[in-house]
């Protein structure tokens, strides 16, 4: 199994920026693809961005296409996403996921193994 533990989350004003990570620990980080999701309040966890396992295939919601950038340090077992031009609609419990399958995916089911989230909260 993988271990996973989301970091970077906070409060920001609309037209910010935050970098959220994720460390993972347990088996070869690169042996999974690599996706965030988020939840909003009253809301359904609904995919984000993912990323194969070398990088060179990535995969992100129309919603956010643009504006965020997954990316990953295979050597430090960790994921990013770099969230720019945030909007209070971004307002979100972002999660960390790694996929059964070592391809880019934006299937939920297909991730087995989730960190514990990190709040991120954006102003208007």
């Known amino acids: 199994q993988v271990q996973l533990v989301e970091s970077g989350g906070g409060l920001v004003q609309a037209g910010g920026s935050l970098r959220l990570s994720c460390a993972a620990s347990g088996r070869t980080f690169s042996n999974y693809g690599m996706g965030w999701f988020r939840q909003a309040p009253g809301k359904e966890r609904e995919f984000v961005a993912a990323?194969?396992?070398?990088?060179?295939?990535?995969y992100y919601a129309d919603s956010i296409k643009g504006r965020f950038a997954i990316s990953r340090d295979n050597a430090k077992s960790t994921l990013y996403l770099q969230m720019n031009s945030l909007k209070p609609e971004d307002t979100a419990v972002y999660y960390c996921a790694a996929a059964t399958t070592v391809w880019a995916t934006h299937m939920r089911s297909e991730y087995p193994y989730w960190g514990q989230g990190t709040q991120v909260t954006v102003s208007s």
């Open positions: 990323i194969s396992w070398g990088g060179s295939n990535r």
